[in-house]
């Protein structure tokens, strides 16, 4: 089963606009991932956020971690057509062996 | 550049044959991972391997799949029987794994399977 579900399933907008994806959890982790996958590719880390790090910035992405809600949130800033793809956030498998459990993803298209 | 590389990039087969999947993890990756991706289930752990040896298969369909790393460089997954429902994209990634850090994982581009 999946451990993280992401909201909204599908978003679309214009270029230059954020977009904001969030991901809910069930268990307790020690780190959150979030990866990008493009359509027929696989995935690309994108960043991780730890679970004593409140918000982390990488470029244009910004990520935000609340633990006692079970929640996190990945912003693009100033989005690209070339953001279009799908989001997945990834949480440890079974209390961090390393694996990965993905949500359902994103779908994130981005208007010219 | 290094990357993870996967065979056959797309099979197609019918009910009942055998399919083997291979991947070729980054070069001093210690850690092997099969995912299945369908539009129901999404993205699925089926199985993986740290320095070779399998820590988790629970995933995957014991009577039907199989998956091992015959050397560093190469990791199979084979499915004997094939059926339809087997029917997915599937994903070889891999990572290093050093003690007390997280890791992000490096994926293959997927095999594509479709069973008749």
């Known amino acids: 089963s999946q451990q993280g579900e992401e909201d909204p399933q599908a978003l679309s907008i214009q270029e230059g606009e954020n977009a904001t994806m969030n991901c809910s959890y069930k268990?307790?982790?020690?780190?959150l991932q979030w990866y990008r996958q493009n359509s027929g590719r696989g995935l690309v880390h994108l960043i991780l956020i730890r679970s004593n790090e409140r918000e982390k910035h990488s470029g244009r992405l910004r990520v935000t971690l609340d633990t006692s809600k079970k929640s996190s949130s990945l912003l693009i800033t100033a989005s690209r057509a070339a953001d279009t793809a799908s989001y997945f956030c990834a949480t440890p498998f079974r209390g961090g062996r390393r694996a990965l459990t993905f949500g359902s993803g994103t779908r994130l298209q981005v208007q010219p | 550049d290094a990357r993870v590389t996967q065979t056959p990039r797309d099979k197609v087969t019918e009910m009942g044959q055998e399919v083997t999947m291979r991947c070729q993890p980054i070069?001093?990756?210690?850690?092997v991972f099969w995912y299945r991706q369908t539009m129901m289930q999404g993205l699925e752990l089926l199985a993986y391997f740290r320095n070779r040896a399998p820590l988790d298969d629970s995933g995957m369909p014991k009577d039907r799949f199989s998956a091992e790393m015959p050397d560093a460089t190469l990791a199979t997954l084979k499915i004997q029987p094939s059926e339809p429902r087997d029917s997915a994209v599937y994903f070889c990634a891999s990572g290093l794994v050093t003690s007390g850090e997280f890791d992000e994982q490096f994926f293959g581009p997927g095999t594509r399977l479709t069973v008749l």
């Open positions: 070069l001093g990756h210690n850690t």
């Open positions: 268990t307790s982790i020690n780190n």
